[in-house]
């Protein structure tokens, strides 16, 4: 039976990364659905179940390679904001951060300097701020 799945499987786009999410997801929509008894939590489930399976069997390996790296891209750069806005949180007693009213380039100044004048690193506009 084993050699029979791996022969059928051959040629195929298999698990990836977004079929990996895609299964999460439904697995909290079913949860959501069943502790909330709204029906269109479980037929949103049903239909990523459809399409989960559509690209775990598919033989367009090119179209399911470029979606899985689309994903992956997307992962990558909520990753990155996570990891920014977590190093952010952790600077917030000792630093003050503004954006620049031009380029919009975030800048960090230290707190507890009154009124000051931050030059942007990017486009140097000045501007004046509380710290």
Same mark, same amino acid.
């Given at each position: ?67 899985? %790296? $689309?994903? *992956?891209?997307? &992962?990558?750069?909520?990753? +990155?904001?996570?990891?920014?806005? #977590? ?17 919009? %380039? $975030?800048? *960090?100044?230290? &707190?507890?300097?009154?009124? +000051?004048?931050?030059?942007?690193? #990017? ?9």
């Amino acid at each position: 039976m084993r050699e029979k799945f791996m022969r059928f499987m051959q040629g195929r786009n298999g698990v990836d990364d977004l079929s990996k999410a895609l299964n999460v997801v439904i697995l909290v929509l079913l949860i959501l659905s069943i502790f909330t008894g709204w029906g269109f939590l479980y037929a949103i489930a049903f239909l990523l179940i459809i399409y989960m399976y559509f690209r775990v069997f598919s033989k367009n390996i090119p179209k399911r390679y470029a979606e899985n %790296q $689309k994903y *992956r891209n997307f &992962r990558y750069d909520m990753t +990155i904001k996570w990891n920014n806005k #977590k190093k952010e949180w952790a600077q917030r007693k000792v630093y003050r951060f503004y954006r620049c009213p031009i380029c919009k %380039q $975030k800048v *960090r100044v230290p &707190r507890g300097r009154g009124k +000051i004048c931050i030059t942007c690193p #990017k486009c140097r506009t000045e501007f004046v701020k509380r710290s």
